[in-house]
């Protein structure tokens, strides 16, 4: 029903009847189906906001949520205000998919660097321990060994909720997100709940301070999605800001500085490195 979809969502003003199922959601005119909830936005179209409206309304849209600025056009639909479309997308894309990483052991992994390593030497330790996991990069997702799909520019909310959600299905229960700075910005994962987070890094690529701080002030909230206090946070102790970043679990590792476990040793080889770990 629309009431359960949107739940904790940020809308000020619902026009016309509200208690209607909806069957979908789209953010282009040209996918929505008859019961769809369309969102409308001038990034996701090429087309004018009327005929992008029409569009909708004629493949079927029962509900359409548009920006406050948006004339809300006189078609039998229900329209939904939103003061800030890209929370709304977080919480809709959460709410119409079930909640699913409340229902999963879900990994985050942010920095300047090394986010799709981490990700996939995870995945391989979790193969090799016969677990099942999804996957869910940047612009890509595979459920364990199949299903992969990728998108063109980054993986929006609806496509990240739905891919945990069919993983929920197929009772994986393990899932590992990059979550690069653009996604944090566009609260991409506001409504994702985490059971750890591990920070690559912490630095930037710019060597003016204040922009570097303010990088690490976006990726530091990440711990605010953490499921519980006791949390581990994974970080890299020869960065610089982990001195800066505070949490009950952290866990450091890294080749200089003192740290929960250390490389050593280490060699590289043209096609693969090997080093002593010390825990």
């Known amino acids: 029903m629309l009431k359960d979809v949107l739940a904790n969502t940020p809308i000020y003003e619902i026009i016309g009847p509200r208690r209607i199922d909806i069957k979908g959601i789209s953010l282009n005119p040209s996918d929505v189906n008859e019961g769809y909830l369309y969102i409308y936005s001038p990034g996701n179209t090429t087309i004018s906001y009327q005929d992008a409206i029409d569009l909708a309304v004629q493949n079927g849209a029962v509900a359409i949520c548009i920006g406050k600025q948006d004339e809300a056009l006189p078609r039998a639909v229900t329209y939904l205000r939103t003061y800030n479309y890209a929370r709304f997308l977080s919480a809709v894309a959460r709410n119409f998919h079930h909640n699913p990483s409340q229902n999963m052991q879900l990994v985050g992994i942010t920095g300047s660097h090394g986010k799709t390593t981490v990700g996939w030497m995870l995945k391989s330790i979790l193969n090799i321990a016969g677990i099942p996991c999804v996957m869910v990069g940047t612009s890509f997702g595979q459920i364990c060994d199949h299903s992969y799909v990728s998108y063109e520019g980054d993986m929006n909310p609806l496509d990240m909720n739905l891919l945990l959600h069919e993983a929920v299905k197929e009772k994986v229960r393990w899932g590992i997100i990059e979550c690069a700075y653009t996604g944090i910005v566009k609260e991409k994962f506001r409504h994702v709940w985490f059971d ?82 010390n825990t």
Do not use: C, W
Not at 212 to 232: C, G, Q
Not at 244 to 256: Q, S
């Open 196 to 277: 750890s987070v591990i920070y690559t890094d912490l630095y930037t690529y710019f060597k003016n301070r204040k922009e570097d701080y303010h990088y690490f002030e976006i990726r530091k909230t990440l711990i605010d999605h953490l499921k519980y206090i006791d949390s581990p946070v994974i970080v890299n102790a020869d960065d610089f800001y982990t001195s800066e970043l505070k949490h009950n679990m952290l866990v450091g590792y890294g080749l200089n500085n003192k740290s929960d476990v250390r490389a050593a040793n280490i060699e590289l080889h043209s096609d693969s490195s090997q080093f002593m770990l």
